[in-house]
């Protein structure tokens, strides 16, 4: 969500290279938190805090002493994930050999 929140006509209000710089790196950082919360509700489960206490500390103390869920689902998911990986991956090579060859012409 940062990403979207700031977005192109956002970024056009800020004037010189260093207020862009700080932005991109703002959004970046909270991006990158907002993965790694996500990340960690993924691998123990939906965070609920139904007892009022803070739902992320509880799950990274749980993963830390290694008290990690079992996901009847997941292996069954590697599949759609392996293709979607080296989907991602051939269109990445795609559009560099693509970059590759108009640079050369």
Same mark, same amino acid.
């Given at each position: ?12 209000? &800020? ?6 710089? *700080?932005?991109?790196?703002?959004? #970046? %950082? @909270?991006? =990158?938190?907002?993965f790694a919360t996500n990340l960690i509700g993924a691998i ?18 749980? &993963? ?6 079992? *996901?009847?689902?997941?292996?069954? #998911? %590697? @599949?759609? =994930? ?24």
């Amino acid at each position: 969500m940062p990403f979207a929140c700031l977005g192109i006509v956002g970024y056009s209000y &800020l004037s010189t290279i260093a207020e862009r710089r *700080f932005a991109g790196l703002l959004v #970046l %950082l @909270v991006g =990158l938190l907002s993965f790694a919360t996500n990340l960690i509700g993924a691998i123990q489960g939906a965070m609920n805090c139904p007892d009022g206490r803070n739902a992320l500390s509880d799950q990274l103390r749980a &993963l830390v002493h290694g008290e990690i869920h079992y *996901f009847p689902l997941a292996p069954w #998911l %590697l @599949v759609p =994930l392996v293709i979607c990986l080296v989907l991602f991956v051939w269109t990445l090579v795609g559009l560099m050999t693509r970059r590759g060859q108009s640079a050369v012409s």
